[in-house]
């Protein structure tokens, strides 16, 4: 894309403008007690030779204890509301954690784009997304959750790249997927009354197993490959959630195990699935045939607390916790303060920390009950009840099985600040701050920074990165003489002239210098555009040793 202030120069305007901006930007370094570590050329290939730059900051933050192994999930709902980018509203609630990603007329394969990238860069081990059944002949979608819609979160994180990276699970919400979806089947009205019947298997009164299998399950397998289902032993993870009295009725002399056992043998006979199930607490309570058919349970989490539970079922014992909740409604009062990311933390150091075997996190995408993890508009935290956009995914990542990647990938669009010289995004995708973002045609598509301009910036709040760190960039760009470079903690690495790529949409990864940090430390990270004229896709930080 174009400079926006420049649009094509001539040579004699670059040199000009240049000239005027390498004065400006040696005094303004030297302003901000920033070393100056020297401009260097990069070759067609993209390499650069510079000296390691030593940074000694950053912040040490805890994390993930050695040795535990258990792995780190989230429950993920995909409502109607949800997946259009709004209207964000739940009754008279007042909603706070509105997403940095604006889905605006984009459609659904952008926001699972997005989606899968935040879920990648959180470091979880699995997405529990929220199946709620669909009505036999409905289209598609039948309402939020329908598991039919599925082969959207398949198709984007193939498409990404991130194959072998995310797997997915089913969090079946038991209420909504067979006693609302009973209710509109037999009764055009949907609800929880009449209450469905777990005696009764084949749907002759208020019951029946082709709910929660033919209409719910069997199409999440369906649309969910082997290749991609997390698993327990060999075992595809499926949570179920309540099975309590305000939404069902005869659960125990066995009923409700006996649902499960269909489900398990339908599973077996049809896709050569054995489900591990983890269900809520309630299915064991009302039933006590469950322990012997359930693989282990949950016992949620309460408002205001306990705000983290660990339960123990068969010798294993799981995680529930939340990062926030917010439902002030009516007569209702429910709060779970955020605390600045304090509860979360606390949370997982309860849970993961905890030894707990799984541990699942509510709710990636909740909303509607103030209990969002995905990256946050970039506003104050009165606002958003987060200290900046990506600070519960930043939190998550601390706590997943790789808390200091060895390959770390940022996407430039996700930056948590920015300094920007015009006002509004230009290209009116993605985000609605001024940071501008438009859609790349890169390898694994996404969005990427254009119209740059000197003087402009990008920072990220909290970035793990731990001894020797090669750092890179994916760059396109047709002009010659375009300048970045990277300010981690105060410390300025060598400021890096940009090839001719080409084109505005003709990428090249290129070195971007190489830094030295303390084991196990957390950095401020500023892209400076030194000279403007370039866009940006993502960068990188390769830890070396």
Known sequence: MQSRIF???TDATHRKSRKRLITFIAAGAALAGLGVAGTVAVD????ATTATIVDTGGATLSHRTAG?????????GFETNTLA???YTNQSNLIQNYPLYSVGTAGTTKFWDDYVEELVTAGVDFVAVDTRGYVPGSAIPNSGGDPRELPQLVDAINRGGYAGKLKIAAFDDTPASMTDKKNQVKHNTGGYTPLFDMADKTGAGEGGYQYLWDNDLKAFYQAVPDSMLYKVNGQALVYLWSDNSFAFTNQGNGNSAAMLSYVRSQAQSTFGENPYFNVDQSWVKNDSAVSSVANSQN???????PTYTNTTLNGVTTGATVPSFHFVAGTSNMIIDPNHGNTLVSNLQATINAADSITLVEGFTDWSEGAALWRTENQPYSTTGRDYPSQDLNIMRRYSNTPFPTTLTVQAETADAVNDTTTGNAYGVYRTDNLDVQTTTDTNGGWNVGSTASGEWQQWNEVPMQGTTDLKIRVATPNAGAQIRFVIDGVA??????PNTGGWQTWQTIDAGTFQFNTGTYHTVQLQQVYGGQNINWWQGLHLS
Do not use: D, M, Q, Y
């Open 68 to 76: 535990k192994t258990g792995a780190l999930g989230v429950t993920f």
């Open 44 to 47: 067609s290939a993209g390499a």
């Open 85 to 87: 980018g709004g209207p």
């Open 7 to 9: 649009g094509t120069r």
């Open 493 to 498: 690495g060598p400021t890096i002239t940009v």
């Open 299 to 305: 016992s949620w989490f309460g408002v205001p607390s």
